[in-house]
């Protein structure tokens, strides 16, 4: 009697792992996928965040109630010592990418504050 696997025990064992990754990959690039979608949206938060700290220090920037706007930058929230270059790491990079929200390895575009008529409303982008 031998002792050691047959080729069909291998070839089944072989499968039964292939199974499971055809199973479990897609599983966790979804994951994956909605960590870092989570985790942009959370830095995208904080910057938002931080320029209504950055405006309720430089309040003379407002923009009037009669109209017009004001764009607060990452670099001018990072000048007052209101984000780090920790805080603004992008989650999504992509080195090549032509995608929006891939392209840059830190957050660089700005926040514009507007008056909608009964309240500021702070906004995320290019600006």
Known sequence: ?????????????????????LITVPTVN????????????NQVDLITDT?????SD???NLPSQSG????VT???????GLLSKDDIVNPNYKEGSSEPTEK???FNDG???????NKYTYTYGDC
């Not at 979804?30 to 949206?41: A, F, G, P």
């Not at 926040?111 to 008529?117: H, M, Y």
């Open 68 to 71: 017009g706007e004001f764009c």
């Open 51 to 55: 320029a209504r700290t950055y405006m």
């Open 74 to 80: 990452v670099a001018m929230m990072q000048k007052d």
């Open 111 to 117: 926040v514009l504050v507007t008056w909608n008529g």
């Open 1 to 21: 009697m031998k002792n050691g696997f047959t080729l069909i025990e291998l070839i089944m064992v072989i499968l039964i792992l292939g199974i499971i990754a």
């Open 104 to 106: 840059d390895e830190y």
């Open 30 to 41: 979804s994951v994956i996928k909605d960590s870092r979608e989570k985790s942009y949206n």
């Open 58 to 60: 430089h309040s003379e």
